[in-house]
């Protein structure tokens, strides 16, 4: 079955340190999205890619950082300049060819660091 | 820039009534307009989406909505619910840049659906 993959679904880190998520997809699409969820506040973009080797910060993307070195993938590194990072990490992925319209969205990350 | 108003944080129903969640979008350009739905620590799932064509729109699991450009409305509606439409339910709307494509999320409208 196509579709995205992330892992883990829960997260646990200590005040201070680095953690990456993970984000997968064999749906074949170009681009890829990262986002934030907190409750009351909908979903906020982090960061995102239009194809590989590329990639441009969203609305939120101080304390974050992101990589894209093949098509199928695009982890998430929450890093210990993120004042906030507990939160519902979702990756999206959505197809070029078909205008990057609608965009399909994994399972989601809880991370919660303390 | 464009943006999303849901109106209502939480809409309370009883099994079997009607509901309508609202979404009113703010747009210069052209949109393409679309209704996520998520379950508890799930992602997100498509209900149903506006891109051309007729404004009145159906979905899966019985869901509907109209675009009404006059209004800028895309509210979403189904005539009975049941238990399992429980859920957080968002109204996007999606723009290109001139680089890239975007969604722009509403806050979320929480369905409760009771006996």
């Known amino acids: 079955d196509g579709g995205i993959t992330q892992s883990p679904k829960y997260l646990f880190r200590k005040e201070g340190q680095n953690v990456t998520l993970s984000c997968e997809q064999n749906l074949n699409h170009d681009a890829m999205y990262w986002y934030r969820q907190d409750p009351g506040q909908g979903l906020r973009l982090i960061y995102y890619s239009q194809i590989v080797n590329d990639f441009q910060k969203g609305d939120i993307a101080e304390g974050y950082s992101v990589s894209r070195e093949k098509k199928e993938s695009f982890p998430l590194t929450v890093t210990s300049a993120q004042k906030n990072p507990t939160a519902f990490y979702l990756c999206a992925s959505s197809d070029r060819d078909r205008g990057h319209y609608e965009q399909y969205f994994g399972p989601g990350t809880r991370l919660t660091v303390t | 820039a464009q943006s999303v108003t849901q109106l209502d944080s939480q809409v309370p129903v009883f099994e079997e009534a009607p509901v309508e969640l609202r979404c009113n979008y703010s747009s210069s350009v052209s949109v393409y307009l679309f209704w996520y739905v998520q379950y508890p620590n799930q992602g997100l799932q498509l209900l149903l989406k506006y891109l051309s064509g007729s404004t009145l729109v159906k979905g899966i699991n019985g869901f509907e909505a109209e675009f009404n450009k006059s209004q800028t409305s895309f509210h979403l509606r189904k005539p009975s619910v049941h238990i399992s439409d429980t859920a957080e339910y968002f109204c996007?709307?999606?723009?290109?840049?001139?680089?890239?494509?975007?969604?722009?999320f509403g806050t979320g409208t929480r369905l409760q659906v009771t006996l």
């Open positions: 996007a709307v999606s723009y290109y840049t001139g680089t890239a494509s975007k969604l722009t």
